[in-house]
């Protein structure tokens, strides 16, 4: 998938076609094609979590 599709999409579309291919996948029979499912089902949900919002990191800040 190339990734300039996937950065268009809307992060909901993104989620519900993860959530497609997983199932998809976990239909499947053991083997070598259901792992390249599985696999290709976590980089689109990888990539419609990276579209969600960006937080700073939590912490104590800095002393002054």
């Known amino acids: 998938m190339d990734k300039k599709k996937v950065e268009d999409r809307p992060q909901q579309d ?3 076609e993860a959530l497609a291919a997983l199932e998809r996948a976990r239909a499947m029979p053991h083997g070598p094609a ?3 499912a599985l696999k290709r089902a976590g980089l ?3 990539a419609a979590d990276m579209q969600g919002l960006t937080f700073a990191k939590r912490g104590r800040p800095p002393k002054t």
Request: glycine content about 0%.
């Open 14 to 16: 993104l989620h519900m």
């Open 34 to 36: 259901r792992s390249e």
């Open 44 to 46: 689109l949900q990888n």
